[in-house]
């Protein structure tokens, strides 16, 4: 079964709002990785972090490889309509293969 | 350039059937991995390749499950007597070499009945 905890399950979001999603796991990963997933598509790479505190960024989205190794979250920014999907956040060893959190739905505030 | 490419897109089958889902990596990629993706959770992983071997199956359920990659590039997830708990998304993946990032495929839905 899947080792990663990933929190919330699913939010709604209004379009501008920020988002903020984490993974908790019981064991330690070398690399800590944040997929986005549409309806009928496979998951899509969108930051990968290689090194315990590191803080990388791409466009409105941070995420951040915990200290402990043991955890990892992922903001968003300003979001806009296009952000909705899951999120999944992976942990992974050299060697071994990627670990998958539960996934976190975004939705849109109807 | 193409991206992983998976067929079919969606598969129904009756219980006890046979099925082969086909997954064409990225050109190039020697590693390549299936997943399987149950409604609500994230991707399992089932089986990686490492060029024409099997390098780790340690995440195939039972021997109902078997994959293949003769040539290095094409692999195909072979399911035998089918059961509704094998319903899910089947995700196949590609990476440069191991331990590089996997792309992924679009899935193949399957539907046992």
């Known amino acids: 079964g899947q080792q990663l905890n990933q929190s919330p399950q699913s939010m709604f979001i209004q379009e501008g709002e920020d988002v903020s999603m984490n993974c908790t796991s019981s064991?330690?990963?070398?690399?800590w990785l944040w997929y986005k997933q549409d309806p009928g598509e496979g998951p899509v790479l969108l930051i990968a972090?290689?090194?315990?505190?590191e803080l990388t960024s791409n466009g409105r989205l941070t995420a951040q490889f915990g200290i402990t190794r043991k955890d990892s979250f992922l903001n968003i920014s300003a979001s806009i309509p296009s952000d909705v999907g899951i999120y999944f956040c992976a942990g992974h060893n050299a060697g071994n293969m990627l670990t998958f959190g539960g996934g976190t739905r975004l939705m849109v505030k109807p | 350039g193409a991206g992983v490419s998976q067929t079919p897109s969606n598969k129904v089958t009756e219980k006890g059937k046979y099925v082969e889902l086909r997954c064409d990596p990225i050109s190039g990629h020697t590693a390549l991995y299936w997943y399987r993706q149950s409604l609500g959770q994230g991707p399992e992983f089932l089986i990686y390749f490492q060029g024409t071997g099997a390098a780790d199956d340690s995440g195939l359920p039972n021997d109902r499950f078997f994959a293949v990659r003769p040539e290095g590039s094409v692999s195909t997830l072979k399911i035998q007597r089918t059961e509704r708990g094998d319903s899910a998304v089947y995700l196949c993946?590609?990476?440069?070499?191991?331990?590089?990032?996997?792309?992924f495929g679009p899935g193949t839905r399957l539907t046992v009945t």
């Open positions: 972090l290689y090194k315990a505190g």
């Open positions: 993946a590609s990476s440069l070499a191991r331990d590089y990032e996997q792309y």
């Open positions: 064991s330690i990963f070398n690399t």
